[in-house]
């Protein structure tokens, strides 16, 4: 039966934690022994997903600084964090969690949100937030991706997302400016992430139904607000005929978007997800939301494309 709080098989991460509780938190499993942990690169990662780098991507005028607590499967040595071989266990306390400002969701369901639904599967849930179901949970992805990354890098397997799409703009120069205007107007705004993976090994990935695009599928849609992923050319591809897209001797095919057959085919693997306008509006809802959930979702979505990318390599 699948773990419904873990990733992976042969490598495993596994999330813990509410966004109003404590702490959030990870346990990374199979990672072998003697692996330096970049602090610094953590810490970046972190500082991307808090998405200070966009102005206008939030009401919060300064996110958590988030420290992150190591509890197991580390040592220092020699002014360096090593892993062990076991388990690392590590967590991100709530410092900035500010309960009382949804006091008011205690007796009542926001559209398009999680709720009403975990209200029904459960019979209780934490109102506090979201709980379970914030964002907030993803802090720990990136910390954890953070730990592989320079693994993967080691091996020439390269991961790197970006934001194409706000709204209907595709013109990053004037990704701000949208904001900034939405923001005033007390709404929200969807996006679209693109990520690239060079490096990979051509035959990266197992079919039938673990077919490697099946894989960052399943991952990618876990993000929070995600609502939609094409790799190759995707829905765009419906358009046009098969004699525009698969040049006879063209093998392998860069029309593929590096998959073919669900299997790495050696060159650059190329991906889009599309996540939705944040359901939060600040017109209607007190507390701190953000307006583009894409913009912080770059990370993450690097994040769930490393764990999936890692057990498959490691």
Not at 54 to 75: C, K, N, Q
Not at 168 to 187: A, H, K, Y
Not at 275 to 283: E, H, I, M, Q, V
Request: aromatic share 8%; with cysteine; net charge neutral.
């Amino acid at each position: 039966m699948t773990a419904m709080n873990t990733f992976g098989d042969r490598f495993s991460f596994t999330s813990f934690g509410e966004s109003h509780g404590p702490a959030v938190g990870g346990v990374l499993d199979g990672l072998p022994a003697g692996i330096k942990i970049s602090l610094p690169l953590v810490r970046a990662e972190l500082l991307r997903r808090s998405g200070r780098g966009m102005e206008g991507v939030s009401s919060r005028p300064a996110d958590e600084e988030d420290e992150v607590e190591w509890l197991s499967g580390v040592i220092r040595q020699d002014g360096r964090l090593l892993t062990l071989g076991t388990p690392v266990a590590f967590i991100l306390r709530n410092t900035d969690a500010r309960p009382a400002d949804y006091e008011w969701l205690r007796t009542s369901f926001r559209p398009g949100h999680a709720d009403f639904a975990y209200q029904a599967k459960y019979g209780i849930r934490d109102w506090r937030g979201g709980g379970r179901a914030s964002a907030r949970e993803t802090a720990a992805r990136v910390v954890a991706a953070s730990v592989i990354r320079p693994l993967l890098e080691k091996k020439g397997v390269v991961v790197a997302a970006s934001l194409v799409q706000v709204g209907d703009e595709t013109d990053p120069r004037r990704f701000p400016e949208i904001l900034r205007t939405v923001r005033s107007e007390g709404d929200t705004v969807g996006g679209v992430v693109a990520c690239t993976v060079t490096g990979l090994p051509a035959g990266t990935g197992e079919p039938l139904f673990d077919k490697l695009q099946a894989r960052l599928a399943y991952a990618v849609l876990s993000v929070n607000g995600c609502k939609g992923f094409e790799y190759g050319t995707g829905f765009g591809g419906v358009a046009l005929r098969g004699s525009q897209l698969w040049h006879q001797g063209e093998v392998p095919s860069p029309a593929s978007g590096g998959i073919e057959g669900g299997l790495a085919n050696g060159l650059p693997l190329s991906f889009r997800c599309v996540f939705k306008p944040a359901a939060t509006l600040s017109r209607y809802y007190p507390g701190r939301h953000d307006v583009c959930i894409a913009v912080r979702a770059v990370p993450v979505v690097e994040a769930m494309t490393l764990f999936v990318l890692a057990d498959f390599l490691l």
